[in-house]
Structure formats: C-alpha cells, structure tokens
T-cell receptor, first 110, second 111 residues
C-alpha cells in the first residue's frame, strides 16, 4: 500500500539551511506536498511539486523530487527560530486520499 | 477569504457516548477530507467527500461516519466512543481533492 517515511527530528542553528527528507512508495502520485504544523494548530500547506517536475523554488523553500528513487526533500534557506515546527511530507495519491508521513520536528537553535 | 472552520474546538465525552464534529470549508471548495491525528499513529485518513458523495475512505471501523451537505459543509460522527478515539480531528477542504487546506481541528478527549 501507499506509505510515506521521513526522519523524526532535525536540529539546526539559526541562519543555517535545513534539509528534510522523505521517501514515498506510490507510483501514481500526482502531487507531493510539504505541510507545516505549529503547536495547537492545523496543518499549513507550505509548497507542493507536480510529479513530473524535478525542482521547485519558492522564496526560502526549495523542493527537490527524484522520481526514480521516490525521494522528496525540502530545503529551508536561512532557517529562523520561527521555522521551528513539525514538517509533514505528503503524497497526493490521485485517489482522493492524501497520505502523510509521521512528520519531522525541526528545532532551530538561536 | 475565510479559512476552514471546525467546531467545536474542544470536546470532552465519556466512553459509550457519540459525538458529531462540524466542518465548514473554504468558499468554493467542494471537497472535504477528514483526518485523525494522534501522537502514536500520526495523521490517519478517515474519508473524503465531494459534492455530497464519499469518494474514498480509510481503514476505520463503522463507528466513524461522515456526510456532506449541498453547501459543502461536512460533519463526522463517532458512535460508541472508546478511549482510543481521543485525538485531534482535522478537516481539510480543497477544490478537487488535491492541495488540502486544513482547519485548526477539534480536540476530542474521551474519559
């Protein structure tokens, strides 16, 4: 079945770049997403990439997609303390069902 | 444009009771999805509705049900509550089932 895996924790210093990695199993994915969740809140759609693209840049965010290896990454440039949150990788499977990874908790040290 | 609105924000129930959660999608969005979020299981897909039709459902027991109204508002119902149903229930709306926009969730505690 469909599955999305990502590492659980990442710690970086303020000003450094953060890279969060994710792998997925579904071959029929249409879109792949990155969401952010802050304490006590729902998920916020950060960015997404269409499955036939390799890269997408959106201000401080860069998404890389390796479709052959089913690997997705999110790079946050110049990471700030306000970026501390849980980041979810998600697979839009094309079946009206989006599958989420367990989330990567990003800690940003001042 | 108003975001996705979920009510109530917090709910406390006892085992055996039933509960109804409500979700109002972003104006113009016809798809509503529901998720259960727990620390142990993460985000689990419950079901998705589009124009009052359920298009997909997750692996949850029949105690979990939902519906969508003609104005795209959606409700989910959990009957015969169990302790393990304690979770954050998230609703998300979208135009077509992709690019989900989430509400703040309903935190359900079952005692």
């Amino acid at each position: 079945g469909e599955d999305v895996e990502q590492s659980l924790f990442l710690s970086v210093r303020e000003g450094d770049s953060s890279v969060i990695n994710c792998t997925y199993t579904d071959s029929s994915s249409t879109y792949l997403y990155w969401y952010k969740q802050e304490p006590g809140a729902g998920l916020q759609l950060l960015t997404y990439i269409f499955s036939n693209m390799d890269m997408k840049q959106d201000q401080r965010l860069t998404v890389l997609l390796n479709k052959k290896d089913k690997h997705l990454s999110l790079r946050i440039a110049d990471t700030q303390t306000g970026d501390s949150a849980i980041y979810f990788c998600a697979d839009g499977t094309g079946g009206f069902k989006t599958i989420f990874g367990a989330g990567t908790r990003l800690f940003v040290k001042a | 444009k108003a975001g996705v609105t979920q009510t109530p924000r917090y709910l406390i129930k006892t085992r055996g009771q039933q509960v109804t959660l409500s979700c109002s999608p972003i104006s113009g969005h016809r798809s509503v999805s529901w998720y259960q979020q727990t620390p142990g299981q993460g985000l689990q897909f419950l079901f998705e509705y589009f124009s009052e039709t359920q298009r997909n459902k997750g692996n949850f027991p029949g105690r979990f049900s939902g519906r969508q109204f003609s104005n795209s508002r959606s409700e989910m119902n959990v009957s015969t509550l169990e302790l393990g149903d304690s979770a954050l229930y998230l609703c998300a709306s979208s135009v077509d089932g992709e690019k989900l926009f989430f509400g703040s969730g309903t935190q359900l505690s079952v005692l």
